[in-house]
C-alpha cells in the first residue's frame, strides 16, 4: 500500500501537472478532454440555445457558422430581459431527473441566513462555522447520497483517504515532519513567463520628485474614528495626503489612472501611460512589444508584487464597469487584457472564470488564479488567453455580500495594479436577477466565442478561428457544495463539469479528491477537471475580514491596499453594511 491510500503509488502521467508530483492525488487531471467523446447529454443539437464549446482538442478549430450559430441570448440588462438557460439543453440531460426543482430558478442559499437574527457578526460567525461544517460535508457525513450501484462509495472513500491519512482524516500536510516523503518539485523554469527579480523592477525607478507626489487631500474628520484609525494606516501611504477624502476622490484619483506606489527610496508617482512614467528606464520587459495585438502581451507581463509596478499592463477604461451597473451604458465584456492570438497554437486556448461573492477580494482570490496558472502551464495542455472575476449579483442570498456594484470595483481595484491578465466582468453583478453559474459561463461562452459576424474565437495564423475553452475556477469548498442537496441542479453541474470544466483549488482542510471520487457527476466529468494542489496553504477568508472590519482589526496584508482603502472610503462591512443589499 502506498502512502497515499492507493495500492500502488498513482502514476505519474505526462501532462499531469504539478499535482502528479503529489501521489496523494489520482491521476485524473491534465486531460482536457473525454476519450471518447461527449457524452450523450452532452451533445447540443444546434437549435438549442446552449451553444457547445466541445472540450474536443480536434473540435477547437471553430468554422465560422458555429461562430454564427450564437443568437443575440442576452438582452442589455436595462431591459430587464436575461435568457435563462435554454431549457431545451436542460431537456437534453437524458440521464437526470426531468423535475429538478432548481431549474426553474430558485437562487441557491448555501447558507441560510437566519430571519430574526439581526446581528450581522452573528450571521458572519455562522457563516464561518457553516462554512466548516460544509468542508466536513464532502464524503465525512456521505454527502451527496451515491446512487444505488455505488452506495458504499463514500465509506471506501473515506477508508481511502482515512488510510491515506495515517487515520487522522487528513492527507500529510507539507508542513509536517513527513514533509521529507513529499518532496516539492523543482518546477521547470519557463522562459514565456520569466520575470526579472523584483529588485530590478525597483532599480528601473528613481526616487520621486516633489512635483511627483498625489495631491489627493485627506478627510481629516472621518464619521468613524476607530475604524478609520485602524484601517487608515493601511492606506496606499501613510502619509495623509495619500488619503482620499472620499469615495469620489478615490475614484476620481483612480480614473486620473494614477497610484502612489511606496518603496524604500520613497514615494512615486506612476501613472498608467508609460510615456508620462518619464523614471521607467526603457528597455524593460514590459515595455517590449508582446506578440499580441497592441503590442502587449498580458501573460509576459511583471508578475503579482512586480506587477505593481508595470505600468504598461492595459488598465480598464474609465468608468466602465460602474456606468454600465448604473444603467448608463450598455453591457461589453472588459477584453483590454484578453489575448486574441497564441503563442503555440498546438494548445487550446484557455479563459479561467471564477464566480464567487468576493466581498470583499482577498489575495487568496488572486492567488487562485495565479495557482491555476502555474498548473496550467505545467500541463502543457492549454495556453491562458485570460482570467476573470465574475462577481455575483445582489440577489445572491448569502450573509455579507456588500452591494454588486462595490464587489465589481474592489475586484477591479484588486486586479488592476496587480495583475496584468486578470479582469473583472461586471455582467452576473448588473442582471436583474440572479444567474446561475452555468448560464454565467455560457454568457462567457457566447461573448468570447460568439459574434454575429465570425469574430469570437481566437485567430490562429492560417486565419482559422479557434474558440476559446472557458474553465471555472473555484474552491474546493464550493465544489464540494456540489453534492449539497438542493443547491446545484444535476443538469448544470454537467454543462458546467462537462461542457466547460472546472479548476478546483484545494481549501486546507477539505478533500478534494475523495469528494471527486465520491461525487458521482464530477467523477464522470473528471477529465475535465483540474484539481490544484495548494503548495502554501492561504485560507483567508473573506468572511473573517469582514469580521476583522466590523471589530475595527486591521486588515493589512491580507488583500491589496487599493481594496483596504475602498472599503474604508465607502465604510463597508461596518454596522449595517454587513448583511446582504438588494437594490
Ligand atoms: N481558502 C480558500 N481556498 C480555496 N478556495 C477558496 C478559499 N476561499 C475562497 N475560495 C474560493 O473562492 C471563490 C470565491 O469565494 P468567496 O467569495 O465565497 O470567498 P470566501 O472567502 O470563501 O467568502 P466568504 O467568507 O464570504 O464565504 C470560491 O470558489 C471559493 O471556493
Ligand atoms: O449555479 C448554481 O446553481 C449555483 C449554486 C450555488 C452557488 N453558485 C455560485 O457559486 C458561487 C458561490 O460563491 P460563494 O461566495 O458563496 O462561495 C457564486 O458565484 C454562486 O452564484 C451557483
Known amino acids: 500500500m502506498a502512502a497515499n491510500g492507493f495500492k500502488s503509488p498513482a502514476p505519474v502521467l505526462p501532462g499531469l501537472g504539478l499535482h502528479s508530483f503529489h501521489n496523494d492525488s489520482p491521476p485524473f487531471a491534465g486531460a482536457a478532454t473525454s476519450e471518447h467523446g461527449d457524452p450523450e447529454y452532452l451533445s447540443l443539437e444546434s437549435s438549442q440555445t446552449l451553444p457547445s464549446s466541445s472540450s ?30 435554454s431549457s431545451s439543453s436542460i431537456n437534453t440531460i437524458q440521464t437526470q431527473s426531468k423535475s429538478n426543482p432548481r431549474i426553474d430558478a430558485p437562487v441557491p442559499q448555501r447558507i441560510p441566513i437566519p430571519s430574526n437574527n439581526s446581528n450581522p457578526v452573528d450571521d458572519d460567525l455562522s457563516l464561518s462555522s457553516s462554512r466548516s461544517r460544509r468542508l466536513l460535508s464532502g464524503y465525512l457525513f456521505g454527502n451527496p447520497p451515491s446512487p444505488s450501484e455505488n452506495k458504499n462509495l463514500a465509506e471506501e472513500v473515506g477508508a481511502v483517504a482515512n488510510t491515506a491519512s ?89 480614473e486620473a489612472n494614477s497610484v502612489g506606489v511606496t518603496n524604500q527610496t520613497g514615494i512615486i508617482k506612476l501613472t498608467n501611460n508609460p510615456e508620462q512614467n518619464d523614471t521607467r528606464e526603457t528597455g524593460s520587459r514590459s515595455k517590449e512589444p508582446g506578440h499580441g495585438q497592441g503590442g502587449y502581451d498580458p501573460l509576459d507581463g511583471l508578475n503579482d508584487g512586480e506587477a505593481d509596478l508595470d505600468l ?17 451604458v450598455d453591457y461589453s465584456l472588459p477584453r483590454h487584457r484578453l489575448r486574441k492570438t497564441m503563442k503555440d497554437e498546438s494548445k487550446i486556448p484557455l479563459v479561467i472564470v471564477a464566480c464567487g461573492s468576493f466581498s470583499p477580494p482577498t489575495y487568496l482570490h488572486l492567488r487562485m488564479f495565479e495557482m491555476a496558472k502555474d498548473e496550467i502551464i505545467e500541463s502543457q495542455t492549454y495556453e491562458i488567453m485570460a482570467g476573470y472575476y465574475s462577481p455575483v449579483s445582489s440577489y445572491y442570498k448569502k450573509s455579507g455580500l456588500a452591494p ?100 478546483i483549488v484545494e481549501r486546507a482542510g477539505s478533500d478534494v479528491w475523495a469528494f471527486l471520487l465520491s461525487h458521482d457527476i464530477l467523477y464522470h466529468h473528471r477529465r475535465n477537471v483540474i484539481v490544484i494542489k495548494q503548495l502554501i496553504y492561504n485560507d483567508i477568508s473573506s468572511t473573517k475580514v469582514r469580521l476583522f472590519v466590523r471589530r475595527g482589526m486591521s486588515i493589512k496584508y491580507l488583500l491589496p491596499n487599493s481594496v483596504i482603502q475602498y472599503i474604508y472610503d465607502n465604510k463597508l462591512y461596518r454596522f449595517t453594511d454587513v448583511k446582504a443589499t438588494i437594490g
Open 56 to 85: 474536443h482538442d480536434d473540435s477547437q478549430l471553430l468554422p465560422e457558422r458555429h461562430l454564427h450559430q450564437h443568437g443575440d441570448h442576452y438582452r442589455n440588462p436595462q431591459n430587464n430581459l436575461t435568457r435563462l438557460p
Open 166 to 254: 495515517g487515520g487522522r482524516g487528513r492527507r500529510p500536510s507539507l508542513d509536517s515532519e513527513e514533509e521529507g516523503r513529499y518532496p516539492l518539485p523543482t518546477p521547470p523554469i519557463k522562459d514565456d513567463r520569466d520575470s526579472p527579480p523584483l529588485s530590478e523592477a525597483f532599480k528601473s525607478y528613481s526616487s520621486p520628485k516633489p512635483s511627483q507626489t498625489n495631491n489627493r487631500t485627506l478627510s481629516a474628520q472621518s464619521s468613524d474614528s476607530q475604524i478609520e484609525k485602524r484601517t487608515g494606516e493601511i492606506s496606499l501611504n501613510d502619509s495623509p495626503e495619500y488619503r482620499p477624502a472620499s469615495s469620489t476622490e478615490a475614484t476620481a484619483s483612480h
Open 312 to 328: 504598461s499592463a492595459p488598465q480598464a477604461t474609465d468608468g466602465g464597469s460602474g456606468a454600465y451597473l448604473r444603467g448608463e
Open 404 to 503: 454588486a456594484n462595490h464587489r465589481v470595483r474592489m475586484c477591479e481595484l484588486a486586479v488592476e495594479h496587480t495583475s496584468t491578465w486578470l479582469m473583472v466582468d461586471p455582467w452576473e453583478a448588473g442582471q436583474p436577477e440572479y444567474q446561475r453559474t452555468a448560464i454565467v459561463l455560457d454568457h462567457f461562452d457566447e461573448m468570447l466565442n460568439g459574434g454575429k459576424n465570425g469574430e469570437g474565437g481566437v485567430t490562429m495564423n492560417d486565419g482559422k478561428k479557434r474558440r476559446y475553452k472557458i474553465m471555472l475556477l473555484a474552491g474546493g469548498d464550493l465544489i464540494e457544495s456540489f453534492g449539497e442537496p438542493g443547491v446545484w441542479s444535476e443538469p448544470d453541474l454537467h454543462i458546467i463539469l462537462g461542457r466547460f470544466g472546472c479548476l
